[in-house]
């Protein structure tokens, strides 16, 4: 299993506590969490482009200006930190140059849809084990290390790792039948271990057996085809595409590619073959990758609502009218006026629920006390007589609380469960000096959205 994902978690679990130690909007959480994850790929792997691109593509899965700029800095900080550390040396020893000509585009279409369908396979077989948490734990981990140990004593190259075998299929000493052996004991193994909850990371296994499977490519390809296919050509071949595949991630899988090998000549035939491959696992077998699967197992399905994202990313402190005023059960006809000539938007009328005893607030448009003013007949009424809310029948709207920390995907998830008009934002911690901090209604949230 490969050491990124205990890096990822480490890195994403503690940005995620800092903000909630700091206290910031669940909508900076999800940014903070994206810069761990990027700054635990970049430290593991030593490629702070691909740190970048990964929380880009499966953390964040959006491409902003404000979102780039925080990752980029904590993936710079991690590759910092790790290379003072562990040095900057070069994962894998490739030759500058790699010899590709047109004539070998066949080969990696062929190639691409191979990938895929070991990556289909990978997801399946990872999502099969996936589906039995439900027994104990130990059992789960007794079974990991058996199977594991006892598969490990024929073929040992499955153990740690990797990145021995695959730096030898990188130089081309390893022999077809072991390649194609170690292909299939690591996908099997390491499905099983991931899909039965052992810790640990899937892009490290994903570029070694998609580099061995790369490399029994190559020399089948070598052997059918007239042009002579380098190795090294093929193995980061399925170094790209089985990385992309599998975590659903091609820029990522590129870029990691390209920095971990200093090879740019590899870019070209790279995309190619990992769009091929992409396209096998969704188009051809209706897969999305094992993380959008683990979700979906779970009754998280992130792309079927688009406005999740879009909602997520911005908080109601951002959103919500701060244009109310709060106000007694009753107040005088000289305050009516003053309210209706000057209006805040929102008047928000203190008051007891009955059955609970507790403190409520009814929300109304100030609008409607203006027009009760020019309707009602007011006589001989003075400017000191007092006005009570509950004679006065005004149009009100069904509100409930929410915290200022939230996001508009929360508030509206609010609403909608609540069968509420509006929200009363209220801070995390309450004060009697400022019990309420604005007000956010259906409306706000569809127009922001656009709709």
Not at 31 to 48: D, Q, R
Request: charged share 15%; glycine share 10%; hydrophobic share 50%.
């Amino acid at each position: 299993m490969g050491r990124e994902g205990p890096c990822v978690h480490l890195g994403a679990g503690t940005a995620s506590q800092l903000g909630q130690w700091l206290g910031l909007p669940r909508n900076s959480l999800r940014t903070l969490v994206a810069c761990g994850a990027a700054a635990g790929i970049s430290a593991s792997f030593n490629t702070p482009m691909a740190g970048v691109i990964f929380a880009m593509e499966v953390i964040l899965m959006e491409h902003t200006i404000a979102g780039f700029i925080p990752v980029i800095v904590a993936s710079v900080l991690g590759a910092v930190i790790s290379q003072l550390v562990f040095g900057s040396d070069i994962s894998f020893d490739v030759d500058a140059r790699i010899g590709f000509e047109v004539a070998v585009i066949p080969y990696m279409l062929v190639a691409g849809l191979i990938f895929g369908i070991a990556a289909v396979a990978f997801t399946q077989l990872h999502m099969l084990f996936f589906r039995l948490h439900r027994y104990w734990l130990l059992l789960r981990f007794t079974v990991i290390g058996a199977v594991a140990g006892l598969i490990a004593v024929f073929v040992p190259e499955i153990m740690g790792t990797g990145y021995d075998t695959l730096a030898d299929a990188l130089n081309g000493v390893l022999t077809l039948e072991i390649l194609l052996l170690v292909v299939l004991a690591k996908l099997a193994v390491t499905a099983l271990a991931t899909g039965l909850g052992m810790f640990g990371g899937l892009i490290g296994p994903s570029l070694v057996i998609g580099g061995c499977l790369g490399g029994a490519l190559g020399l089948i390809g070598g052997d059918l085809m007239p042009v002579a296919i380098d190795p090294k050509f093929s193995v980061l071949l399925g170094m790209v595409a089985m990385m992309g595949a599998v975590l659903n991630a091609p820029m990522a899988a590129l870029v990691a590619t390209l920095e971990l090998s200093h090879s740019p000549e590899m870019i070209f035939p790279s995309m190619l073959t990992v769009v091929v491959a992409c396209l096998t696992l969704k188009q051809g077998f209706g897969s999305e990758g094992v993380f959008t699967e683990q979700l979906r197992h779970h009754g998280h399905d992130i792309l079927s609502d688009h406005s999740k994202g879009f909602l997520s990313r911005v908080g109601v402190a951002s959103v919500m009218n701060k244009s109310f005023v709060i106000c007694d059960p009753d107040l005088s006809l000289g305050q009516a006026k003053a309210l209706a000539s000057q209006p805040p938007i929102w008047l928000l009328v203190k008051g007891t629920d009955a059955d609970t005893d507790t403190d409520t607030l009814q929300l109304m448009p100030t609008a409607e006390l203006a027009r009760w003013l020019e309707s009602a007949e007011l006589g001989e009424m003075e400017a000191t007589d007092r006005l009570q809310f509950s004679e006065m029948n005004l149009a009100s709207y069904a509100s409930v609380e929410i915290d200022s920390l939230a996001s508009l995907h929360e508030a509206s998830n609010r609403l909608r469960s609540a069968e509420a008009e509006a929200l009363v934002v209220v801070p995390v911690i309450k004060s009697e000096a400022k019990p309420v901090l604005g007000v956010i209604t259906k409306t706000n949230i569809l127009n922001y959205y656009g709709m």
